[in-house]
């Protein structure tokens, strides 16, 4: 039976583990192009992206791909949208055609849960408004998993910056605790969680540092700001709250480095921290194809 991939919260966490034990094994054997998986039941995906990606969107179509399947993709810039139509409308004439299931990315005006209800086939939540960005959480934890060799239980992980507007975090917070690890936060008052309960928060970096073994950058959200960017001062921010290789090195030389792309050089993140061993970046993001293609499998059955 396939069902909707939504959300963390309402999936069993050993429903979570299974997918992260086989997105290990799909990783061990991802650039190896003689293993084939066994493919099942070939399908048809409907990628619905009515927000910008790239590594989201790629990734899950060689996902797919690499499942057998079939991707049908909708173009924003030639589709009806352009005319008008509803995302809503969009999606349910996309399941009239006789697919088997729609990757969507929206914001936070489309109602995923109520609509997943309302329309025949499953939708999977490539990153949906500031609710929840469930794939993305999981290779991260895949990643972490990997680097520290399954020990993530006591491991403290801060998150940094725009947290209030990442939907990367709102799923970070539906899961990590779950796992064992404890969350800080350090970013400026007003994009600080409304209600930080088991969160630890932080407002001087060096602090954060120093108390986390994991630095998780976010990007700042500018498209979720009302008017801010001319307001924005992007130096200041990256003075207090952007990381660096100095400060990560005077505050917490052990301490490892994620941020979930696409970068904002210079304004939350120092470039040069991309070529650091400690940094996750694009481990992260090769990680991300075998998730989703063992979200993909689990969404439709297939273990
Ligand atoms: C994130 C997203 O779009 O939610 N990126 C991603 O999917 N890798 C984070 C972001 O855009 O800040």
Partial sequence: MAHSFLDLKSIPLTDLQ?????SQT???????PEIQRNLKSPRVLAFAFFEASTRTKLSFQLASHRLGYQNIILENASSSITK???PKDTLFNLAAMGIDGIVVRCNDDLDLQTLSA?????LINAGWGKRGHPTQALLDVLTLQQKLKHKLAGQKIVFIGDVVHSRVASSHF???HQLGLQIGVLAPESWRPAKPSNLKIFADRDQALEWCNVAYVLRVQFERH?????????KNYFSQFGLTLEALNQANPSALVMHPGPINHGIEFEEKLLGDPRCLVYQQVRNGVSVREAVLSYVFGEF
């Fill in 18 to 22: 299974k997918i992260l034990t086989i």
């Fill in 174 to 176: 539906e899961l990590l």
């Fill in 118 to 122: 309302q329309i025949s086939v499953p």
């Fill in 226 to 234: 009302d008017h801010q960017k001319n307001n924005f001062d992007s």
């Fill in 26 to 32: 799909i990783s061990q054997n991802l650039l190896n």
């Fill in 84 to 86: 008008g139509e509803s």
